[in-house]
T-cell receptor, first 111, second 114 residues
Framework: DAKTTQPPSMDCAEGRAANLPCNHS???????VYWYRQIHSQGPQYIIH???NNETNEMASLIITEDRKSSTLILPHATLRDTAVYYC????????????FGAGTILRVKS | NAGVTQTPKFQVLKTGQSMTLQCAQD?????MSWYRQDPGMGLRLIHY???????DQGEVPNGYNVSRSTTEDFPLRLLSAAPSQTSVYFC?????????????FGDGTRLSIL
């Protein structure tokens, strides 16, 4: 019951911005969008989340469209260590606090 | 700055054996959960807890038990291990159940059932 759609893979040159898109056309009004990444089968690492406003933190920026049907995660200056699987997740309120993980996007940062 | 700690990191069991996967967090989080991750699939929720003394089933609870006697600890028990339970198990926690605070994950336990 994943509620998001992401491209299966993307490449990015080291030092350039990486823009990862996500579609969530069925998102409800009170559901947040979260981004996580997973490196080498480590535990998923939280990156950023938002409801309808654009958000920025020390790791990334999140741009959410006005209709909230899609969003873009921006890594401003990608490094080789940013190579990972990136998950765009809509949090649903069943099971207390369930995160619905899809297949994610494999981002390969190349030198 | 420990966050969510899972032990052991790796484990091999024989079919029918039982074991407990440990999860501890030092952030005073009320909400804790267990997920499993299988190749080609996203994480699936096994059990969760919204506070000490309160647990409930997630999407794939069969074959697993949990308890929450303290805020810090949320162990996952395999009652009689089966090969279908070979997976990577992740524990996660967040401040409260019905909030937008992000969940933080441990580094996982890689479990193989022979």
């Amino acid at each position: 019951d994943a509620k998001t759609t992401q491209p299966p893979s993307m490449d990015c040159a080291e030092g350039r911005a990486a823009n990862l898109p996500c579609n969530h056309s069925t998102i409800s009004g009170n559901e947040y969008v979260y981004w996580y990444r997973q490196i080498h089968s480590q535990g998923p690492q939280y990156i950023i989340h938002g409801l309808k406003n654009n958000e920025t933190n020390e790791m990334a920026s999140l741009i959410i469209t006005e209709d909230r049907k899609s969003s873009t995660l921006i890594l401003p200056h990608a490094t080789l260590r940013d190579t990972a699987v990136y998950y765009c997740i809509v949090r649903v309120w069943e099971y207390g606090n369930k995160l619905v993980f899809g297949a994610g996007t494999i981002l390969r940062v190349k030198s | 700055n420990a966050g969510v700690t899972q032990t052991p990191k790796f484990q091999v069991l024989k079919t029918g054996q039982s074991m407990t996967l440990q999860c501890a967090q030092d952030m005073n989080h009320e909400y804790m959960s267990w997920y499993r991750q299988d190749p080609g699939m996203g994480l699936r929720l096994i059990h969760y807890s919204v506070g000490a003394g309160i647990t409930d089933q997630g999407e794939v609870p069969n074959g697993y038990n949990v308890s929450r006697s303290t805020t810090e600890d949320f162990p996952l028990r395999l009652l009689s291990a089966a090969p279908s339970q070979t997976s990577v198990y992740f524990c996660a926690s967040s401040g409260t159940a019905n909030s937008n605070q992000p969940q933080h994950f441990g580094d996982g336990t890689r479990l193989s059932i022979l």
